[in-house]
């Protein structure tokens, strides 16, 4: 779902043009894809086969999946930290 979400949302007509221009292609030429990672890493079945279609490897998939895990758990600590959650258990 986030991923046809974040496509549809790039897949204007300007942004194909401002696409078009700078890639030297034409407009038919232009597709859109996202790569939509959840907060676990785990890439959506959609993304992984568009990435997969314009060449991105499944050990780059990975290495992004990890990236995505581990940022996602930096976050988790911060907002921990500074949000007080956890302070009062009793």
């Known amino acids: ?6 496509r549809t949302h790039y897949d ?3 942004m194909r043009q401002w696409i078009a ?4 292609c034409t ?3 232009v597709r859109f894809s996202s790569l939509a ?22 050990g780059d998939l990975k290495v992004y999946s990890v990236a995505v895990l581990e940022k996602g758990f930096e976050t988790y600590l911060f ?3 500074n949000t007080g959650i956890g ?3 009793g």
């Open 1 to 6: 779902m986030v991923h046809s979400l974040k």
């Open 12 to 14: 204007t007509d300007e």
């Open 21 to 24: 221009e700078h890639a030297k």
């Open 27 to 29: 407009k038919a030429q």
């Open 37 to 58: 990672f959840n907060l676990r890493g785990a890439l959506a079945k959609a993304s992984e086969r568009d990435a997969l279609t314009i060449g991105i490897t499944k």
């Open 79 to 81: 907002s921990r930290r």
């Open 87 to 89: 302070e009062h258990r």
